[in-house]
């Protein structure tokens, strides 16, 4: 079965605070695809990220940093000196390597950035 | 490059009757997928269309339906609404090149819909 685990359901930070979102995942399949997202109060989804299930390498994007660790199937996200325009709610999302497209999302996180 | 639209943004509806929501997905996606968003379920698979045809669906009673059009325009259905349907749904699209599910999904803005 699929599912999508992200613990923490709220959390608040101090701009300019560095912040890490965890992300557990569960798949029996060997080939999958991991994304963030990222959802405004405005409520459009935007694209962050994807991994595939081959590439462990972590990555670093500007102040936003992903560490994938297939060992304890898990897909964290690391917002670096935390800014007010941060606040959202964050998904972590899973898909599998066959037709269908479907994605399986966790129940999110939002994020707080206090001035 | 236009992103995903989706219309109307807002819809209100009384309970039994039935809805159609439209989705325009980035020129050149041929896959179109729905989510519905409630505060409690959180974010549930409705089903995706590739080239017109659905290749998937969620686990949803089959009030809920929806169609691709020839330029992958896509349209979802609900009929019979129930004050349960209220939810922001959300569409995406997706290059499938190869029709996998690698690519990532680029999402609408979402049409809130009420069920008074």
């Known amino acids: 079965a699929q599912k999508v685990t992200q613990a923490q359901t709220e959390i608040s930070v101090v701009e300019k605070e560095d912040v890490t979102l965890d992300c557990v995942y569960e798949t029996r399949d060997t080939t999958y695809y991991l994304f963030w997202y990222k959802q405004p109060p405005s409520g459009e989804l935007v694209f962050l990220i994807r991994?595939?299930?081959?590439?462990?390498q972590n990555e670093i994007s500007g102040r936003y940093s992903w560490n994938f660790q297939k060992s304890t199937s898990s897909f964290n996200f690391t917002i670096t000196a935390s800014q007010v325009v941060d606040s959202a709610v964050y998904f972590c999302?899973?898909?599998?390597?066959?037709?269908?497209?479907?994605?399986?999302f966790g129940t999110g996180t939002s994020l707080t950035v206090i001035p | 490059k236009a992103g995903v639209t989706q219309t109307p943004r807002y819809l209100i509806k009384t309970r039994g009757q039935q809805v159609t929501l439209s989705c325009s997905p980035i020129?050149?996606?041929?896959?179109v997928s729905w989510y519905q968003q409630t505060p409690g379920q959180g974010l549930q698979f409705l089903f995706e269309y590739f080239s017109e045809t659905q290749r998937n669906k969620g686990n949803f009673p089959g009030r809920f339906s929806g169609r691709q059009f020839s330029n992958s325009r896509s349209e979802m259905n609900v009929s019979t609404l129930e004050l349960g349907d209220s939810a922001l749904y959300l569409c995406?699209?997706?290059?499938?090149?190869?029709?996998?599910?690698?690519?990532?999904?680029?999402f609408g803005p979402g049409t809130r819909l009420t069920v008074l």
């Open positions: 991994r595939n299930s081959f590439d462990e």
């Open positions: 999302a899973l898909s599998e390597a066959r037709p269908g497209n479907q994605f399986y």
């Open positions: 020129s050149g996606h041929r896959s």
């Open positions: 995406a699209s997706s290059l499938a090149l190869t029709g996998g599910s690698y690519n990532e999904q680029f």
